[in-house]
């Protein structure tokens, strides 16, 4: 198969790059930026530039939407609808132009909001920010493409968090901090987090490219969830670290947060605490895989395997 990946200079997209490859597919890699590890597979582009898109799909056989706005703290705001919204029309376009059949979505859990218990893929939205939003605007528009035609194919994954070797997000925050001694505990840890490692979704994705004629939705989440206390054991044990933390209310952290987002407006500056960053620490967020299960799909790695992967890739090598 020939695949174009969108986003494939990313983090996920790197690892799922290496799996095709493995399985004797051909790649094309449409990014903005150039991939370290595939240059010579990277076609240089943005989702939102239509026209650019079309001519990256000629002879494509399925696409892989990993593109996306995604961060906190992104600005303008605008960029949520331009980079998810209108990234999926364009990517339908091409399609459609290209008589592509095949489309294999990342989306996110984001769509279900925060603190709704264990949501399934039938769970209504109820997105809590403008990236939730934007990503569940984006699986109506392929669900619509889907519905066009009885050849099409499209799966779509929801990720929980998902972390692992040269990835820089809140994962990797929270076990810097640990080790640094710079970290502490807000609320009562007991809250838990559906996460999940980067080759673990990479292989799933990979998967896809077999995947059914018609629309699938999985939630993907390594099984089973850790609480916020067990992550921070884990750390501290793969690091030898004794040293006990402080503990604070929930509502202390919270006007801490509310604090740094006025300083980072007033400053213009951005910084790793923020009001969003401690509600989603503290908040439990975790979702069902059932459906996932039933695909038969068993992860190369267990939850905390691939925390320590990724604790000796970036802070024992």
Known sequence: MKIL????????????????????????????VESIKYKDLTYIGDVRDRNTLIEACKGIDIIYNLAAEHADDVSPKSL??????????????????????????T??????GLNKG????????EPFNEYGRTKYEAEK???????????????????AVIFGERNRGNVYNLINQIISGKFLMVGDGTNHKSMG????????????????NGINIFNFADKPDLSSTEIVTIVRNEMNITK??????????????YSFDLLAFLSQKKFSISSIRIKKFCAETTVDTDRLKLTGFIPPFTLEEGIKNMINYEFKK
């Open 197 to 212: 490692y980067v080759g673990n979704i990479a292989k799933f994705l990979e998967m896809q490219v077999n995947s059914e």
């Open 244 to 257: 006990e933390f402080l503990r604070i209310p929930y509502s202390v952290g919270l006007l801490g947060g």
């Open 118 to 125: 264990t949501p399934n893929e039938s769970t209504p939205a």
């Open 80 to 105: 949520y609808t331009d980079v998810n919204i209108g990234g999926a029309t364009n990517i339908v376009e091409a399609a459609k132009i290209n008589n592509i059949k095949k489309i294999i979505f």
């Open 5 to 32: 990946v969108t986003g494939g200079s990313g983090f996920i997209g790197t690892r799922l790059i290496d799996n095709l490859l493995e399985n004797n597919h051909e790649v094309l890699i449409y990014d903005k």
């Open 107 to 112: 989306s996110s859990v984001a769509i279900y």
């Open 141 to 159: 528009i392929f669900i619509d493409w889907c519905n066009q035609d009885y050849d099409n194919s499209l799966t779509i994954l929801r990720p």
